[in-house]
């Protein structure tokens, strides 16, 4: 529950962090916006990362063990989908990429069979009410496939690949020590391709500052590190049915604070978002805590009888 509790913030403030972006873009370009934002948000960590250092013990300060390969793999995949995303943005509209993004809370339970671990029947029932919510959310018209989309769509493969390294390596390095690192990773590699390909105006950073101190601090520097916090716990087919609630605090935060009108199409895709997280929630974990019981007991009875 605390580890699901994590993940619907992180969801609301990912949702309210599109109002940021698409106030933000309006002063900058989208590499010059993430280079900005993620380096932000590792500078704001290394002060959680210093006081850890210096008044917790050793073993109060989590895993140390170093995996760079590992690390680097989570930085390249972090930067891999915001690039892809905001790439296939030049081209298609934010509803539908929204929605095509959103289709890794299919493609994460999926990856995982193709290393042969299942995924429960609960997860899978959330995941297709989650889709279908993110398509009443996000696509209004007809649906016509572009080029464009086909990027997205390598980019939502991108960010199911990354919910499966953060599950795999968070545990081992550290929420805080593998935040920084994919976080400066991704904001180095989003710096040169904005000097590249991108006109850098310091009136334009500072006319934009707000949306990226809303984007530095709080949808990386704290969400990313929520995320990488939660999934030490949670499995990762449930998280990202929690996650696709972002969707839903998206449509939310436009209501709120941009005047979107929200139809009643809008709140039947929140809705059936919200159903399909509560199915994976209470039939799903339930499943799994009965399951994780059942082995406790088999483990004690085999050491009784050692």
Not at 39 to 56: C, D, E, P
């Amino acid at each position: 529950m605390k580890a699901d509790l994590i993940l619907l913030l992180t969801a609301a403030i990912w949702g309210f962090a599109f109002v940021a972006q698409r106030v933000g873009m309006d002063h900058m370009g989208p590499f010059t916006f993430n280079a900005i934002r993620f380096s932000l948000g590792a500078v704001s960590l290394l002060l959680i990362l210093v006081y850890q250092k210096k008044h917790l013990s050793h073993q109060d300060q989590g895993p140390n063990t170093r995996y760079p390969g590992g690390v680097l793999l989570t930085g390249l995949a972090l930067f891999a989908g915001a690039s892809l995303q905001q790439v296939g943005l030049v081209g298609t509209t934010a509803g539908k990429a929204g929605f095509i993004t959103g289709l890794y809370v299919i493609l994460v339970p999926l990856l995982a069979l193709s290393w042969g671990r299942r995924t429960h029947l609960a997860h899978w029932i959330g995941a297709v009410l989650a889709v279908v919510g993110l398509y009443f959310l996000s696509v209004q018209g007809g649906f016509r496939v572009s080029s464009y989309d086909l990027i997205v769509l390598a980019g939502a493969f991108v960010w199911a690949i990354h919910v499966h390294l953060i599950a795999r390596y968070s545990p081992r390095v550290g929420p805080i020590r593998l935040s920084i690192f994919q976080f400066a990773i991704c904001g180095v590699l989003s710096l040169l391709v904005a000097l590249a390909f991108e006109p850098i105006s310091f009136k334009g950073i500072s006319e934009g500052l707000w949306p990226i101190l809303y984007g530095s601090f709080l949808s990386v520097g704290l969400a990313y590190t929520l995320q990488v916090v939660a999934q030490r716990t949670a499995d990762p087919a449930h998280a990202v049915i929690i996650l696709s609630l972002e969707g839903a605090f998206a449509a939310l935060g436009g209501w709120l604070v941009l005047q979107e009108v929200l139809t009643p199409r809008h709140l039947a895709g929140a809705f059936l978002i919200l159903t399909g997280t509560l199915i994976s929630q209470f039939l799903g974990n339930t499943h799994a805590s009965v399951q994780m019981s059942a082995e406790s007991v088999s483990a004690g009875r085999s050491e009784e009888n050692k």
